[in-house]
């Protein structure tokens, strides 16, 4: 029972490695789409920069414009890649709780069989006991006759 457990509790740790893992390169790309909303952010606050500037720089209006489109394009595909992620951690989430279910069900049968163990010993004592009592008494039966 004890060496079962023990693989229980190995798997159930090398999935918790797991899912830290998931959950830190999810985190990583939370920070990337972050940063893109960021510089995009930026753009629009450059672009109204050069909008109110008394003559008006075509070309790098244009150039803000583009790279504002092109933040757009990022920041899509970003968000994919953070879905995907998400769903690899709730993937690993899943399989988490159905170790840590699986540890405790070991640990829960590993109880009742050492209860049970400890039960029939006492029982088993019990009887040493009972035979003895016996044995001491009939011995004395014997002894008065």
């Avoid at 450059?46 to 075509?58: D, G, H, I, S, V």
Wanted: a negative charge.
């Amino acid at each position: 029972m004890q060496s079962v457990l023990n693989i229980k509790q190995k798997t159930e740790g090398q999935i918790k490695m797991e899912f830290a893992a998931a959950q830190a390169e999810l985190n990583r790309q939370y920070d990337i789409l972050d940063e893109y909303i960021n510089r995009k952010e930026n753009y629009l606050i450059e672009a109204e920069k050069l909008r109110n500037e008394e003559t008006l720089p075509l070309q790098d209006i244009l150039d803000n414009q583009y790279a504002t489109a092109q933040m757009d394009v990022m920041i899509a595909s970003q968000y994919k890649i953070v879905q995907e992620h998400e769903a690899e951690v709730e993937k690993v989430r899943v399989r988490l709780t159905r170790a840590i279910q699986e540890r405790k069900m070991q640990e829960t049968l590993r109880e009742r069989a050492y209860a049970e163990y400890l039960e029939e010993e006492k029982q088993e004592e019990a009887k040493e006991n009972d035979q003895r009592s016996s044995f001491t008494y009939g011995q004395r039966q014997q002894e008065n006759n």
